[in-house]
């Protein structure tokens, strides 16, 4: 079963291309480091989901639409991070990881720690059995599936401590509305005949 788990073999920083890509290319990269899984569902990045992302200032524009190891480096971690979080606040902590920590050494980190978590994942749950039994793999799974939720509750609610300490922005400003009276409705209603 170990095998099965070790879904994180994220490639060093140092082995991503450093060189521009284009999409399809960024795209199938992305898709080859995740592998299964990125996407048990079937749905992998698409190139509507980086260009919604470049929209979202999520991820940096691309130049002359072709992209780096730095774009390379935000898919990879917005693709796994995008099943737990949701988008907004993996760009929050993504955006300030890299400011602090600078794209060498932030992905460094986010590689280990992926690497690290999902060796201890694959190493809880080795079975020598031929044939998969729910008996044997029911405790862990729901063990699994708890600890999830929980670690998942747990940024969540950091990331809610993070949104109570922002200072406010104020609110955006909607065009002044007239003072005149209200407009008239297009269509006015029949109103209806007086019985005597």
Request: hydrophobic residues 40%; aromatic residues 6%.
């Amino acid at each position: 079963m170990s095998e099965t788990l070790e879904f994180f073999p994220l490639p060093k920083y140092e082995d991503l291309p450093d060189l521009e890509l284009y999409m399809d290319q960024v795209i199938n990269l992305v898709e080859r480091y995740l592998g299964s899984s990125f996407s048990r569902d079937g749905k992998g990045l698409t190139a509507a989901m980086v260009n919604n992302y470049v929209k979202m200032k999520v991820l940096p524009p691309p130049v002359r639409k072709r992209y780096t190891r730095s774009h390379l480096v935000y898919l990879l971690v917005l693709c796994t991070l995008k099943p737990v979080l949701p988008l907004r606040d993996i760009s929050l902590v993504l955006h300030s990881e890299l400011e602090r920590l600078g794209e060498k050494v932030f992905y460094r980190k986010f590689r280990e720690g992926m690497q690290h978590i999902s060796e201890l994942v694959a190493g809880s749950c080795a079975s020598d059995e031929a044939v998969p039994d729910l008996a044997v793999y029911a405790p862990a799974i729901l063990h699994s599936a708890i600890a999830a939720r929980a670690e998942q509750a747990l940024a969540e609610a950091l990331l809610g401590r993070l949104d109570k300490a922002a200072p406010e922005k104020p609110a955006a400003k909607t065009p002044a509305k007239s003072a005149e009276k209200p407009a008239k409705p297009a269509v006015k209603a029949k109103s209806p005949a007086k019985e005597s």
